[in-house]
């Protein structure tokens, strides 16, 4: 007879679909404070001890290794300790289950720790927050070979990639989705709420209380440009006009993602017709994806960087792309910051975008925003580096170069309001 061991764990009623759920994949969209996180690790604990494959082995991920560390780790000794036998490591941030099961906790901050390794169930928390190619690259080949679990948990930060994963988890079968508002809940009281909502303004409340993926981001660069495009029905379709020529606009990325848009300007509109991003690739893969596309193109816009020689190759990258049978290459002038956002806001204003192939281009354009700084508890007076940097840097890269005959030998009038 098996012995039955109880662990101090009892799941909130809204949370047993889940536990029971049959489905490999799960994807649960929760308010702040709803507990997602401890039913998240209670969830693979259970995968360890009714393990039926020897040496199974369950990842839980945070974005970075020092939230794991401190968040989640004394959850999961606290919510093991009752078992015989446990072993725990301490170093490794790893448990150790007697009938041979594996609990280890990663950050994704560095996920090739996790390349190699297989899992027979993995816990994503927070995604959005994750480098973008953590998910595709390594962690979904790391669940292959013994077709292992995956679930996604976190709260909206707009329509990144999490939503992505959500927008598929709610339209396919095969996925668990649910999505718990604190309206609905009940886990915090109304009062609460209420105070809630006055101290942290509405976008923000509707962001971490409400599950919206569409509240406005605090600190976005665009926001408010954006928003206005999505209002004056600028984001639609907008087809590309094989009479007029194509321009790109690059971020090139040295260890990280490149990203290009493709736009026109036709009369007085500027028509952002494109945009792709890639990592891991070369210069090659991007002149392929270029000549792919079929349009006609009038001038390639790079940053002032790509003239910089590689200690490899000794070649700049424009000298690369020529070889390469790129031309027309021009540098975009080397602007400060401050002018490169406001010459961005000033074009954007105006600007339509093709909704269906430009997607991801446009929330890195939305999300785009200022670094926050927990300590002084202000913004800080650069940008957030993240998975929005690319796209939004090769838009700056669009708006500053563009026009050949603009002059640049002064700065830009700057919005001294503040954030947008």
């Known amino acids: 007879m098996a012995e039955v061991v109880e662990i101090p764990y009892a799941p909130r009623a809204l949370l047993e679909p889940f536990h029971d759920r049959t489905e490999r994949f799960a994807c649960i969209v929760a308010h702040r404070r709803f507990g997602k996180t401890v039913g998240a690790i209670n969830d693979l ?26 968040i989640v780790w004394d959850y999961a000794k606290h919510y093991t300790q009752t078992i015989p036998n446990i072993q725990v490591n301490e170093s490794e941030l790893r448990i150790d289950f007697p009938n041979g099961a594996r609990l280890r906790l990663f950050g994704a901050d560095n996920f090739d720790a996790m390349r190699g390794l297989y899992f027979d169930s ?31 948990i976190g ?29 609905e809940t009940t886990v915090l009281d109304q009062e609460e709420l209420d105070d809630a909502r006055r101290t942290m303004g509405e976008d923000r409340y ?7 993926f569409e509240a406005a981001i ?37 260890s990280d993602s490149t990203a290009i848009w493709f736009a026109q300007r036709v009369g007085q ?14 210069l090659d893969h991007y002149v392929k994806v270029i000549n792919d596309k079929g349009y006609v193109y009038d001038q390639h816009i790079l940053p002032h960087d790509a003239r910089v020689r590689e200690l490899g190759t000794g070649k700049t990258r424009v000298e690369t792309l020529n070889t390469l049978g790129l031309t027309n290459i021009e540098i975009a002038p080397s602007l400060s910051l401050d002018d ?7 074009m954007l204003r105006t600007a339509w975008f093709d909704e269906e192939h430009c997607g991801r281009g446009i929330e890195c354009l939305r999300q785009y925003r ?51």
């Open 155 to 183: 709260t909206p930060k707009g329509k990144n990639d999490f939503w992505a994963i959500y927008d598929r988890a709610r339209n396919d079968d095969n996925w668990f989705c649910a999505v718990y508002k604190a309206s």
């Open 45 to 70: 604990i259970k995968d360890c001890l009714t393990a039926t494959l020897p040496n199974t082995r369950v990842a839980y991920i945070a974005p970075y290794y020092r939230q794991a560390k401190a």
């Open 370 to 420: 200022r670094d926050w700084d927990e300590k002084g508890k202000t913004w800080r007076m650069r940008p957030l580096h993240d998975w929005t940097s690319h796209g939004a840097d090769a838009m700056r890269y669009l708006a500053i170069g563009y026009k050949a005959q603009a002059i640049w030998d002064k700065p830009l009038r700057r919005n001294i309001g503040g954030i947008v």
């Open 218 to 254: 605090q600190g976005a660069y665009y926001g408010t440009e954006m928003q206005l495009a999505t209002e004056a029905k600028r984001v639609s379709v907008v087809p590309y006009e094989p009479s007029v020529a194509v321009v790109t606009a690059w971020d090139l990325g040295m």
């Open 340 to 346: 490169g956002i406001q010459a961005t806001r000033m």
């Open 206 to 212: 509707l962001q971490e209380f409400e599950c919206s």
């Open 122 to 152: 993995v816990c994503m928390d927070e995604p959005a927050d994750f480098p973008s190619s953590a998910w595709p690259t390594v962690i979904r080949p790391a669940i292959a070979d013994r077709k292992g679990k995956a679930t996604f």
């Open 269 to 282: 509109e500027m028509r952002i017709i494109d945009f792709y991003e890639a990592s891991g690739v070369g």
